[in-house]
């Protein structure tokens, strides 16, 4: 599974560190990049809180590793969430005061405001739960607000058939495949949640189905 959302988290690692140095290079100034050179604080935070978030955050979901280092839960942990919530209020503050590019209408703008601030609170929520040794529950928040994290990486595979197929996105299209990656993404993160208990379920299922043994007779 690391190995899968690190790859996943590779399309926005990319486009975000294209964007790092286009802001370092000096580049010229377009209407696709001109409200980041006037005010690179924002992304500056967002691309290197998402890289953070993205790649540190797939280990997380390697059992096995946790087995073998168990400090390195926690410690990846105090990471994690100053860059989840970074990640999260860059987004929100882009999405209030940056201008709105050609193709990004009210629908995207509504998505990116619940999805911030969902995430925003999945990563409190989280944090509130460990503080009171609620493991499930924090286990649960967390991996909401990193599927959440990730929709620009399940957007990639959702936009570009389309984009393909079509041509370029208008502001409807994009706002139903942005929605339709994040979607993707909260259904896998509820299936994960869910997974443990539907296999407690099975197994205890198989026990009652398993056939009693027959007592040896005494003779």
């Given amino acids: 599974m690391p190995t899968g959302l690190i790859l996943l988290a590779l ?3 990319i ?3 294209a964007r790092m140095s286009e802001l370092a290079g000096g580049a010229e100034v377009t209407p696709d990049n001109a409200r980041f050179l006037a005010s690179p604080v924002p992304i500056v935070v967002h691309v290197v809180s998402v890289t953070v978030y993205s790649i540190l955050g797939a ?4 059992s096995g590793f946790r087995r073998r280092r168990p400090g390195w839960h926690r410690a990846a942990g105090r990471v994690l969430v100053p860059c989840g919530l970074g990640t999260a209020l ?3 503050w882009m999405t209030l005061f940056y201008a709105r590019p ?11 405001l619940v999805v911030g601030s969902a995430m925003l609170a999945a990563i409190v929520l989280a944090f509130t739960a460990i503080r009171r040794r609620e493991i499930a529950r924090h286990r649960a928040w967390m991996i909401r607000a990193y599927a959440l994290a990730l929709g620009a990486g399940t957007q990639a595979f959702t936009q570009m058939p389309w ?3 079509v041509g370029p996105l208008d502001k409807s299209s994009k706002a139903a495949l942005m929605g339709l990656g994040w ?3 909260i259904a896998v993160a509820e299936w994960i949640i869910r997974r443990p208990s539907r296999l407690r379920d099975a197994r205890t299922r198989a026990r009652h189905d398993r056939p009693a043994s027959v007592p040896a007779s005494s003779g």
């Fill in 11 to 13: 399309v926005p690692v």
């Fill in 15 to 17: 486009a975000g560190a």
């Fill in 59 to 62: 280990f997380q979901f390697a």
């Fill in 90 to 92: 860059s987004g929100l």
């Fill in 102 to 112: 050609a193709d990004v209408g009210s629908a995207v703008t509504g998505l990116r």
């Fill in 163 to 165: 984009i393909l197929a």
């Fill in 183 to 185: 979607a993707i993404n």
